[in-house]
């Protein structure tokens, strides 16, 4: 291995290069570590790569830890040179590099031991999962091992438990029970100052809550313990579409209202009114038996239609028509147009894995691995109306080339003590620009979907929205001031408690290495 640093080393020439005491520092590492310490031309250059497509910053090396002690090496190692940054990256699905460290250290942490582990702590079940683990395998080996699932999700599940938590980590559940970040109760994280530590609600808490949703900032997640519960067995999904978006919202924020006993999953999206494969009627079937009939659609529609998306646990036992009793109960009253609904019943795995058929398709025809310049917002409610009549009615009219989700979230099922910023409004919007266009030339270029993105952005700034960007990415810290606003203070303070000389997730562009 420490052949191919020097390779690496003389053999670019005109790339900046690592100074002596970096190399010094290498071979060190490369005789400490129990993982492995890459600094080749392919690791590295996986490592320089994400899924937005956008971005590329090649690392110095590409190490993939064993567990926490190479985790805390790393970052002391690190700590030891004037310059030397650790990124560790998750699975990479960011869209900004924000996984990324230019000429410094990334850690892989899907190479980190193995560890899962349910336990029942005062008669309720949690598993303890490494930071790296991807989410589809502890969402097989809970419910496969032991019947009992987490409760809060993402729509995808190809991402890691450290990466997903560094955020908030939202799909149809969180309504009911908050983000990941309000779904576990004990981590063990790497600081920046390489001392590994436990924290929770009750100990170490200023580093917990700091972490979650700390976008990598103040320490690396080695370890989650995640809240489980009992997993159902099958999923009755429902899609119903609305012409008039006022009705959308309104229905959607009663059926969010409705905690216990109401649907299991809520989420909502935006499509373009005609026959569009990518963007228009054919994506709101769920079965490809089921039709899109559009003399439905009534004439007053505008360019775009609406669709709630809903989903009902049950169990093998149930009656079937005792369930569609339950949705009937729960759909009497909303306004969706009544001859498009539409519904499946899937197997519980099946609809959380739903997102890898997509994944598989678009690697299949490229679209997967062409640029993705994502827009992800929090909107308050008091700001939604108007949005949905530029953004969504104008801006967007011919649709993203994929989804454009839009569902309202519970302020209160946020903990704010955690370093993720939300609007101010109890309801606010999750609005997803999940764009998924050919690479120019045959779709539009990339700059110019970032461009659209700016726009949006820049009119709700203009028009003084209470609005948040979700998986932020900005340039300058005085764009990140105004990201974190009040909490701006609390943020730097925790940085200079647990990562003084802003060793961590250079990716982000909040602080700057401190020599
Ligand atoms: P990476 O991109 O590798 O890392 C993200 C950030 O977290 C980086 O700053 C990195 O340094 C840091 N980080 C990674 N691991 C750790 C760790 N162990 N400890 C500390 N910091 C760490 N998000 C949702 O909330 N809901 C969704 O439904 C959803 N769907 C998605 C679907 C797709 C197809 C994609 C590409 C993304 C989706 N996301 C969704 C966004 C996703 O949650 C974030 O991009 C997340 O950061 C990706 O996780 P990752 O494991 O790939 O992290």
Redo the contacts with the bound molecule.
């Keep these: 291995m420490i052949a191919y640093l020097e390779h690496f080393v003389h053999g670019n020439d005109t790339e900046s290069r690592p100074d002596d005491d970096v190399i010094a520092l290498s071979k060190r590492l490369d005789l400490q570590l129990k993982g492995t310490f890459d600094c080749t031309d392919t690791p590295t250059s996986i490592a320089s790569k ?2 937005g497509g956008m971005k590329s910053l090649k690392p110095l090396a590409f190490i993939g830890p064993a567990d926490a002690d190479d985790v805390a090496r790393v970052v002391k190692a690190a700590a030891t040179s004037s310059n030397l940054t650790v ?9 900004n590099g ?2 990324m460290a230019d000429q410094g250290l990334v850690l892989n ?1 899907r190479t980190m031991e193995d560890l899962f582990q349910v336990t029942s702590i005062n008669g309720s079940p949690y598993v303890d999962v490494s ?2 683990a991807l989410w589809e395998d502890v969402l097989r080996r809970c419910v496969l091992g032991y019947g009992l699932a987490p409760r809060s999700w ?3 599940l190809s ?2 438990v ?3 938590l ?6 149809g559940q969180a309504f009911r029970y908050g983000p990941q970040t309000s779904n576990v109760t004990e981590l063990e994280v790497v600081t920046g100052k390489g001392d590994t530590i436990v924290c929770s609600e009750n100990q170490n808490s200023e580093l917990f809550f700091g ?1 979650l949703g700390g ?2 900032q103040f ?4 370890r989650a313990r995640v809240v489980l519960q009992p997993a159902p067995d099958r999923v009755r999904c429902i899609r119903l579409v609305y012409s008039k978006f006022e009705e959308f919202t309104e229905d959607a924020e009663v059926l969010v209202s409705q905690q216990e006993g109401g649907f299991s999953y809520v989420e909502g999206f935006v499509f373009v009114n005609n026959d569009d494969p990518a963007n228009g009627w054919p994506t709101v079937l769920l079965d490809p038996d089921q039709e899109f009939d559009p003399t439905h659609i009534p004439n007053t529609a505008g360019p775009v239609l609406y669709c709630l998306e809903l989903a009902l646990h049950y169990r093998n036992t149930d009656h079937v028509s005792d369930v569609n009793m339950d949705v009937d109960r729960l759909l009497g009253g909303l306004r969706f147009i009544e001859a498009l609904r539409f519904e499946v019943d899937v197997e519980y795995m099946d609809f959380l894995l739903r ?1 890898k058929c997509a994944e598989d398709e678009g690697k299949a025809n490229g679209i997967w691995d062409a640029p993705h310049p994502w827009l992800n917002l929090l909107v308050s409610k008091s700001n939604i109306l108007e949005f949905d009549r530029v953004v969504f009615k104008k801006i967007l009219n011919n649709g993203v080339g994929g989804p454009i989700l839009v569902y309202p979230l519970l302020r209160s099922k946020w903990d704010s003590r955690t370093s993720v910023v939300v609007p101010e409004s109890e309801i606010f919007y999750i609005v997803a620009l999940l764009r998924f266009n050919p690479a120019a030339p045959k779709g539009p270029p990339a700059e110019l979907l970032v461009a659209q993105n700016q726009e949006i952005i820049q009119f709700c700034c203009h028009r003084g929205f209470d609005f948040k960007q979700y ?1 932020p990415h900005y340039q300058t810290q005085e764009d990140w001031k105004r990201h974190f606003g009040n909490q701006w203070t609390r943020f730097v303070e925790r940085k200079a408690n647990f990562d003084p000389m802003a060793i961590l ?1 250079p ?2 562009k909040i602080f700057s290495r401190i020599p």
């Design positions: 994400d899924f990124a560790a990256r998750g699975n990479g699905h960011s869209i924000q996984a942490m930071g790296g993402t729509d995808y991402l890691t450290g990466g997903t560094s955020n908030a980590g939202v799909s972490v976008l990598g320490g690396i997640i080695t997102v998986l997730a990716g982000q």
